[in-house]
Nanobody, 121 residues
Framework: VQLQASGGGLVQAGGSLRLSCTASGRTFMPYNSDWGWFRQAPEKERESVAT???????QTADSVKGRFTISRDNRKSMVFLQMDSLKPEDTAVYYCAARRSAVGATMFDYWGQGTLVTVSS
């Protein structure tokens, strides 16, 4: 399974970006997969931004709640992250991740290459 993230770029504070991530590979089962978006800012640890389960249950980090929205398109094996009201502190490399859904699953098995989001003040 390979994940390909896209949509990053440079945006002014208050602007919006939409990240996309596409999964490929014969073993990937979009209808039975959870997705996640993570980010890592310079000199900081990677953190979870948002997750969505196979049955569309979402979780969003407090730091982006009300501004970022995660969604999925199972037919296209894609996940999206709509980012609105961006702040300079949202600057980071954003990674998409996926895993086969299972009770108690916490780790993600597949990771994209990352896409850089830079928010200028």
């Amino acid at each position: 399974v390979q994940l390909q993230a896209s949509g990053g770029g440079l945006v002014q504070a208050g602007g919006s970006l939409r990240l996309s991530c596409t999964a490929s590979g014969r073993t990937f089962m979009p209808y039975n997969s959870d997705w996640g978006w993570f980010r890592q800012a310079p000199e900081k640890e990677r953190e979870s931004v948002a997750t969505i389960t196979w049955n569309d249950v979402t979780q969003t980090a407090d730091s982006v709640k009300g501004r970022f929205t995660i969604s999925r398109d199972n037919r296209k094996s894609m996940v999206f992250l709509q980012m609105d009201s961006l702040k300079p502190e949202d600057t980071a490399v954003y990674y998409c991740a996926a895993r086969r859904s299972a009770v108690g699953a916490t780790m993600f098995d597949y990771w994209g290459q990352g896409t850089l989001v830079t928010v200028s003040s």
